[in-house]
């Protein structure tokens, strides 16, 4: 590891004027940005903790029955205190390790935006809306392809705010060394409409379905995706798994999230 500076604000607005300085980056968990920096694909100069700041932890119901959760809040407490919105909780508690659901935090994730993740769907797939310290982003608008998102530079996740539909799941298959998503798929139903939201399966990252959408929005059942998967073009193709697998497995799990929602 290099020297960097390091500090650790308490509140927003100093969060903030931290981060203007040239080469300066936000830490959340640190569970991507301490090892991409220790293989020297990033070098901020400085570095600025976001997990001193009171307001972005924790957990609320907004009065518009939004769960609420501070942008600075680990896994582990989503896991725990998530409850009135169970597949979010249920999503959580499946990330990683323990290690990792102490440390990793959402805006941490929904910043990073990798393609494996399981936050991105959540919250795509839920209609949620981002907040930052500038304005509020609706998950629709937020996500602009892999590790690619509406943040300006120096812009922080303050709050993220699910609205809590009549039914969802997260159905995710594991890539097992990792626990990231080799194909994850969130399903919400709710005043909204029907969403379904897919990550670990597409170059351009997590991405909404809008044919299986439309076939639930008429019969909210797994038997009206029968047969049904997206096209192969544009899924990714690695060591563990090719396009056309992953394609058919967004079709499987997306079966699988429906029946789960009961
Ligand atoms: C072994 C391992 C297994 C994992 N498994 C999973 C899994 O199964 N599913 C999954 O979804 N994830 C998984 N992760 C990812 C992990 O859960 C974290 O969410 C992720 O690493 C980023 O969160 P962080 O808080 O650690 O962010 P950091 O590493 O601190 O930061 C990541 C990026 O986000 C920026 N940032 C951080 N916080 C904010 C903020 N509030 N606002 C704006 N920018 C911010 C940083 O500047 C940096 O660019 C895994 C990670 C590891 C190491």
Request: aromatic fraction near 6%; include cysteine; charge should be negative.
């Amino acid at each position: 590891m290099y020297n960097f500076d390091f500090e650790k604000p308490s509140t927003i607005a100093d969060a903030v004027a931290a981060l203007a300085d040239e080469d300066a980056q936000a830490l959340g968990g640190g569970q991507t940005l301490i090892p991409t920096m220790k293989q020297r694909l990033a070098s901020p100069s400085k570095l600025v903790s976001l997990k001193g700041i009171a307001e972005m932890q924790g957990i609320c119901m907004s009065d518009a029955g939004e769960v609420c959760i501070g942008g600075a809040t680990c896994h582990a407490d989503v896991a725990e205190g998530a409850g009135s919105y169970p597949a979010l909780a249920a999503l959580a508690e499946g990330i990683g390790d323990p290690a990792v659901r102490n440390r990793g935090t959402i805006g941490g994730s929904l910043a990073n935006n990798d393609p494996s993740a399981c936050y991105p769907a959540a919250a795509l797939g839920s209609g949620a809306t981002i907040v930052t310290n500038a304005r509020e982003i609706a998950a629709d608008d937020y996500f602009q392809g892999m590790f690619t998102t509406a943040l300006e530079e120096g812009e922080i996740i303050t709050e993220v705010k699910f609205p809590v539909p009549e039914a969802a799941s997260y159905q995710k298959f594991e890539q097992p060394a990792s626990r990231f998503a080799l194909v994850g798929v969130f399903v919400s139903k709710g005043a909204g409409g029907v969403r379904v939201a897919v990550t670990g399966a597409s170059e351009e990252g997590v991405f909404r379905w809008s044919e299986a959408e439309a076939a639930l929005s008429g019969n909210f059942s797994a038997d009206a995706l029968d047969g049904m998967a997206p096209a192969a073009d544009g899924m990714i193709s690695d060591l563990h798994g090719s396009s056309a697998y992953r394609a058919h497995l967004v079709g499987v799990m997306t079966r699988r999230a429906v029946a789960a929602c009961g």
